[in-house]
């Protein structure tokens, strides 16, 4: 029997002075924080913390530090890729009871927020006063992690991913130092952009504490539209057509014939056929919608677009995005007793039927249910490959596929992860995406910034 | 005598080898390489460098990497804050012959150049293709140096800044090693961001040798319009009451009745007196544009604002712009043999009239000549001080002036630079705007990728 002392027990014990039962080693606790929502497999931490205030969170970085255990930082657990995952164990560091929205200025149309506050909660809470945060990746994320990941979403289109949308932040270190990045002006030339380095970082480089978001008021009209194709290739044209006229679309989403059935049995979607699906959204004055709506009418009718309706009610608006958003789940339930792998590739837009159709091959020829789902103005799509957990070879049948749809995503100029990061899935395609030299140079960084590598290790890069 | 051979004599020796008579130590040409537009003390380099090819570039800084040289990257001079100024001597890095547009997409509404391309040469290029760069600082400048300093201008209330409008970069690392940074891509969720990090540096953490750009439709309809005010308070909350409607409003500009005098006779403006005056531009389709001007002439009538006066024709928006364009040097004409020195305050928006009306009382009391001319969409304004060189006493005043007007800015939660960058004239203020462990971080970058200290030594940081 080793009855040494882990460095990990040290930590436990000298952070329970300060957290408390915020410091749990429950294994229920500790099981649903294993992994994210993905298919990784789940690792269990030695503790689980639940720091309240940045000084906590300094605290236990200095601790870990000191012990050389290693942090991973959790939001609300729907990471895809395995950021989540603690797979080398130590601290799972909870971020979710740091929920508060700390400032908002109407004036200047930005606001402060810790890390565990979801973008419903801050939603939720701007509505009276006229604002929005747009970055919409669908689940029901924590904010911290969004930066963590650089998320975006279905209105990346036209507001940004969230590299566009922080102005700065609060990060703790590796070895528990704070420091404060950016600024509350909406732009600067000011020295090295550390907002930007942390955003997309995957809690490698230190642990976000406090987000300033950029704003936006809330669109005097807004309208939604469907319109649907009898080929993929016309709705991917259409797309193209659109972004290139500059029509400043607030959402612009293609859902292929598998993935409408599939939406249109799981939401209940009436008057739509599982035909390839264009939804959009517009935001604007109510000229302005009109105008863009009828735009955008014309185009797809170029392209073979038939029955495009458009909707400024709430109730049908939200019908349809609540769809759009439940596809994931949609395509999960195609298959019983199933978990969905996303693939998220995203190519230049001039690149983006060939990918598409690559895709749709790739899939045909593997023999896998995969609808697909995309946020196709900015080029992104997602393979949804359903995974029976019955079929025992049905996981690494859908690795296999989506490494090949990522493999023809790269030949054409495009990159491995538009929205989701690299987490533990998508490490093996850095290195010819952005060449050894590059690389070697984020290394570099991660290793000036975390000398003992305690901070997700694992994530990003191989070895 | 002192007969030792000096480190920068043996690169210079090398670097003839494959440089020849593109490697000069002209003395005219040292002199053109000593300084910026600035008022910094010029220092003349060893040697200036006229590389053609990315390659070039390599093997010159992995030679000057080898004797520990420093290297100041020298684009069209334009800077107002130092950042070409050679201070250790050196090579000077003049990237103004690689001045291709190796690319241009339509479809992806992107482009690829080289550093020494101007945004001139590069809107003049695209204008056939309905595309432009909307990045517009005023100056003839390179897009390198436009990257390295983070700049902007009157489009970013609309485009963004570089920091939005570039997608990747080429970048030569100070031992010679060349990477590839960013994507091809509208978005990206694949590791740290190293193109942000370039962008702003400044020529610190290398040389950009290529730019991927974001490139934008040009507009259907543009049109631009005038309007005066009685009080310069009345000018700035019409600005904060058209940013916060949300007007997409693609510049609005600043003008106090200072600099009007001074336009009005520098650029022979005809019709407008010497008043506080926003200048704006509306781009969007027909119907947008004039939806557009009519909701601000609504709003800055309700703040005093009259003469609301709108052009679509091209040959009145030209001379408006270019009078606009022209504010620095109409500052300068003010007095005889007079340079100018410009501040470069950014605040958010809730705290510009503030500021503004500070900076005013500033310039007052310090009995200097200083029109205020404005980006007041982003809070970024710059009082332009005008330095009478046969005044001995005048540059240690104007000096002071900028710090008066700089300290106010940070104490209204600004930045001391909004757009042209660090350089020398800055520095000072860094710590007090990021705190000594966020500029730790950026020092700790700066010796992992350039620990020699070869690249543009001297800036950004004191010491």
């Not at 950021?83 to 979710?96: E, K, M």
């Not at 975006?152 to 270190?173: F, I, K």
């Not at 769809?323 to 983006?352: E, Q, Y």
């Not at 029976?388 to 690494?396: G, K, R, S, V």
């Amino acid at each position: 029997m080793n009855i040494e002392t882990r460095p990990v027990d040290h930590v436990i014990a000298a952070a329970r002075e300060f957290l408390g039962d915020r410091l749990s080693t429950n294994a229920t606790v500790r099981e649903g924080h294993s992994r994210g929502e993905d298919t990784s497999t789940p690792v269990l931490p030695d503790a689980v913390a639940f720091p309240i205030s940045t000084e906590e969170v300094s605290r236990l970085m200095a601790l870990c530090h000191r012990h050389e255990v290693p942090v991973t930082a959790f939001g609300a657990g729907t990471s895809l890729e395995g950021h989540a995952t603690p797979v080398r164990a130590g601290i799972s560091l909870d971020l979710t009871r740091m929920d508060h929205i700390l400032e908002v200025s109407q004036e200047d149309m930005d606001c402060l927020v810790e890390p565990g506050v979801t973008r419903h909660q801050l939603n939720d809470h701007l509505r009276d006063q006229g604002l929005f945060f747009p970055v919409d990746p669908g689940s029901h994320c924590t904010l911290g992690g969004m930066c963590a990941t650089r998320a975006s979403g279905t209105n990346a289109v036209r507001y940004g991913t969230v590299r566009e949308n922080v102005m700065g932040l609060e990060v703790v270190l590796a070895d528990g130092r704070v420091i404060n990045t950016g600024s509350r002006t909406r732009k600067a030339a000011n020295g090295y952009d550390l907002t930007r380095l942390m955003i997309g970082s995957e809690g490698t480089l230190g642990i976000i504490t406090k987000i300033r978001l950029r704003l936006h008021g809330i669109p005097e009209a807004t309208s939604a539209a469907v319109c649907q194709f009898a080929t993929l290739e016309g709705a991917v044209e259409s797309v193209i057509a659109v972004m290139q006229m500059g029509v400043p679309v607030a959402r612009i989403e293609l859902l292929d014939e598998v993935q409408m059935g599939a939406c249109i049995s799981y939401s209940k979607l009436e008057g739509l056929e599982a035909l390839p699906t264009l939804f959009l959204e517009f935001h604007g004055t109510e000229a302005g919608v009109q105008e863009q709506a009828e735009t955008v009418q014309e185009v797809t009718g170029g392209y073979g677009g038939r029955g495009f309706a458009w909707a400024t009610d709430v109730e049908t608006r939200n019908k349809l995005w609540k769809a759009r958003h439940d596809a994931f789940w949609a395509s999960v339930a195609l298959r019983p007793n199933a978990r969905g792998i996303s693939t998220d590739v995203c190519v230049p837009i001039s690149r983006l039927a060939e990918a598409l159709l690559g895709a749709k091959e790739d899939i045909e020829a593997s023999g896998m249910v995969a609808p697909i789902v995309g946020h196709v103005g900015d080029g992104n799509f997602h393979c949804l490959i359903v995974v029976e957990q019955d079929d025992p070879t049905a996981l690494d049948r859908a690795w296999e596929l989506d490494r090949k749809i990522v493999a023809r995503g790269l030949a054409a100029g495009g990159t491995c992860s538009g929205e989701h990061g690299v987490g533990l899935g998508k490490r093996e395609f850095l290195e010819v995406e952005h060449g050894a030299e590059a690389l070697a140079v984020m290394r570099s960084i991660k290793k000036t910034l975390d000398p003992k590598g305690i901070l997700n290790p694992g994530k990003i890069f191989l070895n």
